[in-house]
């Protein structure tokens, strides 16, 4: 099967159980079964080639500018760790079937299962280290999931959130360490970085990316001091504690230090920190766990310490180190699997898992007591049991390591956490199934039906047969010992022994157990020592720092970030200006080139009265009314302005834009307060008006500086000269470059503004459903108003306008292509005359009179310019390709057809409804209660016999 | 000339920040658009000034002035109508909602909790 397909399965199967909770229990788990069914048999298709020393790949380029590419592959390595992940993983769900309650969301938790697999098994598929960081960071987040899944427990949320925490961040360190790595060896690809061992040694950036990557593997692997976040994962559903800390999760670590150890290990470097953070998690785990009383969190700590073990081959850096991990990982995901599901088991009929209150369940649960003892022994380094072949090899690799120049140290030290792992091996089997039986369990246990104590009871054959016959797996053990070790050394070893002769590691192996066994027989005042020994509670230091941290964002974001929108300018304009003055200041400037234009005194004029309307607004802002006036001026002067310096188009779109505007704010003016009240202090005012100052004097800066100066290349804009006729078929270049050069900007924007136009729609819907609606309609305005609402005079007027305004919007937007105009021009044109009928004539009598809604007219337009775009690929062409050709209809000159027109067809109209639509809701607003829509476009009208309106009265 | 606009661009950025740091909505709305009105000047004149030299194509006429950021600048001023009536529809709800038109949260004492 297509290796693409293993790794999928599992992501899309996760889909389904979600989605099948209706269908009933059986369902989920079916599924999930047979999904994971599918994946492991497609993985055992790949076995022969494997077998045959073949690396499997499959390649598909995703991003490859960055170096990133979904390219997965397959030798004896990514085999051994999915084989793990998939098979056990089979067992795992099998035994959540039954694990778990009636009241838990089976679906969910299937779900999430079945995204961690799928994750976990394209961390050792990928032979890109990027893709394996997507991976990898998948799998903090769904063990997120996992571990959290009882969402009512508080022990499991924050067991969750510190889970994600701590790998969280050793996942961001990886980025980094992975990043320098893929940067020397130049190719993010596994494969290529495998062979650059001595090219990656040699850098001097080899110390940082190691560190950065071992600090990602020893957080999710759970090394000291690290470690404390694995027990606080054990608050999750027992299955997923079998899963992630047997076979998966905290595997993925010892995984890619695997990966690695052709280029990264064999440096001083690495022998000293993966060493010592191993062999210090070993001996600190087995301490830890004889005296914890929960057998989950017994099983936590002895998982962190045999993860300990693994990572110390790992760093001895010889090839019989990596041989003998390789054969623990193996093992212990055997015997560690099945003791977790035993736990499980306990937890499960007994409903404690505190020791203490355990005790004699060998009468009771016979089946659960067999399966839980060879594992147990098996993990103490029994003899005949798989757990002793690669303890003993471990024992063997620590009398060959010297640390820190003592002998002594690592084989002592071996010894000492073999001694305490033996030990507490032996407390869990006798203070949980030895001993009397007892009247006082929760309640009384008895053993499961076979879908619980099966799988374990596969895995503990498994235990027993590597145990008893080694050659088994041997020819596999050594297959991924190869594929760990890659062309950086030979396996010296050819067998896989039970008896190895009197060697040091035997009788450090009898000293440790027989040692554990005289620990046991001093433990309750061994236990009472340990509690009276004052030591750190990992979970208490983890939750202060966190506090810590938190206190700090606090400070930082409550200072910048404390709700006074005012704060956020000044800092935004504070900002702004030092970044462009340390520019300026660290910056070189080239001699002005071009010469100045002399001042005309037209142009001074026209200057004098934008600064000075500018500044009135300033000073005289308070009185909003003449400030709108004033803006008003501003904005004049800017179109007047870019008539002067050659841009039309400009100064028609500013002028329309600027009436509409005008409108607008007018129509806001009408509910908010006509005078802005004086709050702010003296200083206050002086600090703003210095940032005001600092901020024009930069602009102006910048400004000035570029325009004495030509341009550093040359601008795109002579293609756009040359080619506007030629291939737009247009003389307005300016026109041609928005619905031509640059037609899908233009169609961006179109849509931009429809969109703005529907959110201030949608919001006046919003307003005037909730409570605001009733405070509008009993409003009293406090201006008087108008007596004459629509003056007859300005109704006849607009009505004569409105054909000659069409007719003006018709003709501007017809010859836009070849002189000043275009849709965006006429668009505007076209709403002025729309906006003058609702101002002379009332909402009422306009809205009755109005054929298409906006937002139809919005969507028609953002229709055509898309389907003009779209038409060109009938004619094998990219988007929005123009075409154009002339035309002559007798009496008429002749003129020219534009695809591009059709573009603008959709601008104009797209214009039309979004400004309407915007002018509209504004003005829905202001409809009041007591005053009726007339329905009459003139409240004055001879021919009628209306009674006079209320309004005239009101106002004078 | 080039003085001139400059220091127009100048003015309306001062004049458009100082009202943007005032209390009330409506004269930041009004600073948001003199800074509009800025930005868009600034834009255009990234083309160099020229006078009487409109890119629209004519027969034996050589001097046209930059149509690049012209183009830019139009459909810049349009959505700035669109994010003008945004905000001014924004300031108003708001307003309309507490009876408060003042941009900046109440001062309350920050109560530490992030749990």
């Known amino acids: 099967m297509s290796l693409f397909l293993i790794v999928a399965l599992p992501f899309l199967g996760a889909l389904l159980p979600g989605l099948m909770n209706s269908a009933g229990r059986q369902a989920c788990a079916g599924l999930t079964f047979t999904v994971s069914l599918a994946a492991f048999i497609g993985l055992l298709t790949n076995l022969p080639a494997v077998l045959a020393g073949d690396v499997v790949t499959a390649r598909v380029d995703w991003i490859p500018s960055l170096g990133m590419n979904f390219t997965l592959m397959l030798d004896g390595l990514g085999f051994f760790f999915a084989f793990l992940i998939l098979g056990i993983g089979l067992l795992i769900i099998a035994y959540a079937r039954s694990y778990l309650a009636r009241d838990d969301n089976m679906g969910e938790f299937f779900t999430y299962l079945l995204l961690f697999q799928g994750a976990m098994v394209g961390i050792v598929l990928s032979d890109n280290i990027l893709l394996l960081l997507v991976f990898w960071e998948l799998t903090s987040l769904s063990s997120f999931l996992l571990i959290g899944y009882w969402k009512h427990l508080p022990e499991g949320r924050q067991g969750a959130r510190m889970a994600l925490t701590v790998t969280g961040m050793g996942g961001l360190s990886m980025i980094g360490g992975m990043l320098i790595l893929g940067q020397i060896a130049g190719s993010y690809d596994l494969s290529v970085i495998l062979q650059n061992r001595d090219l990656i040694q040699a850098d001097p950036l080899y110390v940082p990316a190691l560190l950065l990557i071992l600090l990602g593997c020893f957080t999710k692997s759970a090394q000291f001091p690290f470690h404390f976040w694995l027990p606080h994962a054990m608050a999750a559903p027992t299955p997923v504690s079998a899963y992630l800390h047997s076979a998966t999760m905290v595997k993925a670590g010892i995984f890619l230090m695997a990966r690695m150890w052709p280029v990264l290990s064999g440096t001083p470097e690495w022998f000293v920190i993966v060493t010592t953070a191993g062999l210090l998690t070993m001996v600190i785990g087995a301490v830890i766990a004889l005296f914890k009383h929960d057998l989950k969190a017994l099983l936590a700590f002895s998982t962190v310490s045999h993860l300990g073990l693994i990572t110390m081959l790992l760093g001895t850096g010889t090839t019989f180190g990596a041989m003998a991990a390789v054969f623990h990982i193996l093992n212990h995901a055997t015997f560690k699997a099945a003791l977790f599901m035993s736990a499980g088991i306990v937890d499960h009929e007994a409903h404690t898992r505190d020791i203490r209150r355990l005790g004699g369940l060998r009468h009771l649960m016979p089946i659960t007591f067999v399966i839980a003892t060879i594992a147990a022994l098996s993990m103490a380094g029994i003899p005949f049991l798989n757990g002793f072949l690669s303890k003993e090899m471990m024992l063997e690799e620590a009398t060959h390591t010297t640390l820190f120049g003592a002998w002594w140290l690592v084989p002592a030290l071996a010894t000492f956490g073999s001694l305490f792992s033996a030990a507490y091996c032996f407390r869990l089997i006798g203070h949980t199934f030895l001993g009397p039986v007892r009247d006082d369990y929760p309640t009384k246990p008895h053993d499961p039906g076979a879908g619980m104590w099966l799988p374990p009871a596969i895995l503990v054959v498994l235990v027993v047969v590597i145990g008893v016959a080694p050659f088994l797996v041997q020819d596999f053990v050594f297959l991924v010992a190869k594929s760990v070790i890659g062309g950086v050394g030979e396996l010296e070893v050819k067998y896989i022994k039970i008896w190895h002769g009197l060697v040091p590691a035997l009788f450090m192996s009898i000293a440790a157990v027989v040692g554990g066994l005289l620990l046991m027989t001093v433990f309750n005042p061994a236990l009472r020592m340990w509690d009276a020994a004052p030591r750190p509670e990992a979970k208490t230091i983890f939750e202060a720092l966190i506090a810590a941290v938190v206190a700090l964002a606090e400070r930082v974001i409550h200072g910048l970030h404390n709700g006074a929108f005012s704060r956020y300018g000044a800092i935004m304009a504070v900002t702004v200006i030092g970044a462009g003055y340390y520019a300026w200041a660290t910056g070189s400037v080239a001699a002005a080139t071009r010469e100045m234009q002399p001042i005309t005194p037209m142009a001074a004029a026209g200057w004098l009265m934008l600064v000075a309307a500018t500044l009135g607004m300033v000073f005289l802002h308070r009185n909003r009314l003449l400030s709108l006036i004033l803006i008003g001026i501003t904005g004049l002067m800017v179109s007047v302005g870019f008539v002067f310096f050659s841009a039309p188009d400009l100064a028609m779109t500013q002028i329309t834009v600027e009436v509409v505007t005008i409108i607008l704010l007018l129509l806001a003016l009408n509910f908010l307060p006509n005078r802005t009240p004086l709050e702010s202090t003296v200083m206050r005012r002086t600090r703003d008006a210095a940032i005001a100052v600092a901020g024009g004097l930069a602009a102006m800066g910048m400004a000035w500086h570029f325009l004495v100066r030509e341009a550093v290349t040359s601008p795109i804009s002579q293609f756009h000269l040359a080619n506007s006729y030629k291939g737009g078929g247009g003389t307005n270049v300016v026109n041609v470059i928005l619905v031509d050069f640059r037609g899908f900007d233009t169609y961006g924007e179109i849509i931009v503004l429809g969109i703005a136009a529907l959110l201030i729609y949608a919001l006046t819907e919003t307003l005037l459903s909730g409570p605001v609606r009733a405070r509008l309609l009993n409003r009293t305005p406090d201006q008087p108003r108008a007596g004459d609402m629509h003056p007859t005079m300005m109704v006849v007027l607009t009505r004569v306008m409105m054909p000659v305004v069409l007719m003006v919007g018709f003709y501007i937007f017809l010859r836009g292509h070849n002189e000043p105009g275009g849709g965006f021009i006429a668009g505007l044109v076209v709403s002025i005359a729309v906006v003058m009928q609702y101002m002379a004539s009332g909402f009422g009598w306009t809205s009755a009179r109005l054929r298409y809604p906006y937002h139809g007219i919005i969507g028609a337009g953002v229709l055509i310019a898309g389907l003009t775009g779209i038409g060109s690929w009938f004619v094998s062409k990219p988007f929005l390709t123009s075409d154009f050709t002339y035309v002559r209809i007798p009496p008429f000159q002749e003129f020219e057809l534009a695809t591009a027109a059709l573009f603008d067809l959709g601008v104009f109209l797209a214009v039309v409804g979004a400004v309407m639509l915007s002018l509209e809701s504004f003005s829905r607003l202001a409809r009041r209660a007591h005053v009726k829509d007339p329905e009459h476009p003139m409240d004055i009208d001879p021919s009628r016999d209306d009674p006079q309106p209320v309004a005239v009265k009101e106002g004078v | ?115």
Do not use: C, H, W
Request: without cysteine; charged residues 15%.
């Open chain 2, 1 to 115: 000339m080039e003085l001139l606009v400059a220091s127009a661009i100048g003015v309306l950025t001062g004049g458009g920040i100082y009202l943007m740091l005032r209390l009330r909505t409506f004269p930041v709305i009004l600073g948001i658009s003199l800074l509009t009105y800025a930005v868009n000047v600034f834009l255009f004149a990234s083309g160099r000034l020229s006078i009487g030299g409109p890119p629209i194509l004519r027969d034996g006429v050589e001097f046209y002035a930059d149509p690049l950021p012209q183009a830019l600048v139009l459909t810049a001023i349009v959505i700035s109508f669109g994010m003008t009536a945004v905000v001014v529809m924004i300031a108003l709800g708001a307003y309309l909602g507490a009876d408060d038109d003042s941009v900046d949260d109440p001062a309350e004492p920050s109560t530490g909790e992030v749990k």
